[in-house]
Nanobody
C-alpha cells in the first residue's frame, strides 16, 4: 500500500522559509486527499493543511498557519508540498504527511495514515 517519505525539514531562522515534500509510492496517489500535520513536544498532533485529490479544487489550513503556509500537489510526481513562509519559533515541530483515502483532505478526522515525519526547527 501507500508509502510516504517526507523531506525538506531542517533548521531555519525566524522569518525564513522552507519547502517540505512528501513523495508517495504505492496505492493510487491521484485518488487521495493529502495533508500535513505537525507534532511538537508536549502537544497533540495538530492539523496544518489539507488538499483534495482535485488539486485545483480546495485547500484548508489550520488557523495558526493561514496566510503563511501553502499546500500543493503534483499528481504526475505523486508528491505533495508544503511551502512555509514567515516561519516562527512556535512552528518548530515534526511535520507529518498524511493520507485521506476518501479523497477530500479537508477534515482532520478524515486522515487515516501518516508518514514518519521530518523535523522543522525555527530559531529565534
Amino acid at each position: 500500500q501507500v508509502q510516504l517519505v517526507e523531506s525538506g525539514g531542517g533548521l531555519v531562522q525566524a522569518g525564513g522559509s522552507l519547502r517540505l515534500s512528501c513523495a508517495a509510492s504505492g496505492g493510487t496517489f491521484s485518488t487521495y486527499g493529502m495533508g500535513w500535520f505537525r507534532q511538537s513536544a508536549g502537544k497533540d498532533r495538530e492539523f496544518v493543511a489539507g488538499i483534495t485529490k482535485w488539486s485545483g479544487a480546495s485547500t484548508h489550513y489550520g488557523d495558526s498557519v493561514k496566510g503563511r503556509f501553502t499546500i500543493s500537489r503534483d499528481n504526475a510526481k505523486n508528491t505533495v508540498y508544503l511551502q512555509m513562509n514567515s516561519l516562527k519559533p512556535e512552528d518548530t515541530a515534526v511535520y507529518l504527511c498524511a493520507v485521506d483515502h476518501q479523497g477530500f483532505g479537508l477534515r482532520a478526522e478524515s486522515f487515516d495514515y501518516w508518514g514518519q515525519g521530518t523535523q522543522v526547527t525555527v530559531s529565534s
